[in-house]
């Protein structure tokens, strides 16, 4: 029996159940629906379609336009993410470039430190801003119940990484304009 090797096939396999799809559809796919909470590069897609393609869990059709190729699920793809999706989830691997950079704020210049915040903090505002704007569109169409669930924690992550931001002139000691 075939199975699911990591969540980047997991996540694909996930995609082609709405359909055959290119690997440049699938990454365009990933940036749409996923690509707020779990980011695909075009280098992992191709590479996971053709070991997924290898081992039976997708199909590759004939070369069309643009030389892109569909892949479509077969069965044992089906079957492979069924036990996939149903399994408990793997532990959350935190890894924030910002949080490191904090572990080590002590060598860095205090301005360049507020640079650093005040840039990350407006990404971070941003970011709600359209989660906000995208819950709008989600919440009025039909079955995107579990589209709008994970854009909620989205939402909720967001608001919690800026109450953080108001936190740190208090936890650095550095004066940061908010």
């Given at each position: 029996?075939?199975?699911?090797?990591?969540?980047?096939?997991?996540a694909?396999?996930?995609?082609?159940?709405?359909?055959?799809?290119?690997?440049?559809?699938?990454?365009?796919?990933?940036?749409?629906?996923?690509?707020?909470?779990?980011?695909?590069?075009?280098?992992?897609?191709?590479?996971?379609?053709?070991?997924?393609?290898e081992?039976?869990?997708?199909?590759v059709?004939?070369?069309?336009?643009?030389?892109?190729?569909p892949?479509?699920?077969?069965?044992?793809?089906?079957?492979?993410?069924?036990?996939?999706?149903?399994?408990?989830?793997a532990?959350?691997?935190?890894r924030?470039?910002?949080?490191?950079?904090?572990?080590?704020?002590?060598?860095i210049?205090a301005?360049?430190l507020?640079?650093i915040?005040?840039?990350q903090?407006?990404?971070?505002?941003?970011r709600?801003?359209?989660?906000?704007?995208?819950?709008?569109?989600?919440?009025?169409?039909?079955?995107?119940?579990?589209?709008?669930a994970?854009?909620?924690?989205g939402?909720?992550?967001?608001?919690?990484?800026?109450?953080w931001f108001?936190?740190?002139?208090?936890?650095?000691?550095v004066?940061?304009?908010?």
């Amino acid at each position: 029996m075939s199975v699911v090797r990591n969540a980047t096939q997991a996540a694909l396999l996930g995609l082609l159940h709405d359909g055959p799809m290119s690997g440049w559809d699938l990454v365009a796919a990933a940036q749409q629906r996923i690509g707020q909470f779990w980011t695909l590069t075009q280098s992992q897609v191709y590479r996971e379609l053709a070991r997924m393609a290898e081992d039976g869990l997708v199909d590759v059709g004939v070369t069309g336009a643009r030389d892109r190729k569909p892949y479509a699920i077969t069965d044992a793809g089906r079957a492979a993410f069924a036990t996939w999706v149903t399994a408990d989830p793997a532990p959350e691997q935190v890894r924030v470039p910002l949080l490191l950079l904090i572990q080590f704020a002590d060598h860095i210049p205090a301005e360049r430190l507020r640079e650093i915040i005040a840039e990350q903090r407006g990404r971070h505002a941003e970011r709600l801003a359209q989660y906000r704007a995208n819950e709008k569109v989600l919440a009025e169409m039909p079955g995107a119940a579990r589209r709008l669930a994970t854009l909620r924690y989205g939402i909720g992550h967001e608001q919690a990484v800026l109450a953080w931001f108001d936190e740190l002139p208090f936890l650095l000691g550095v004066d940061i304009p908010l």
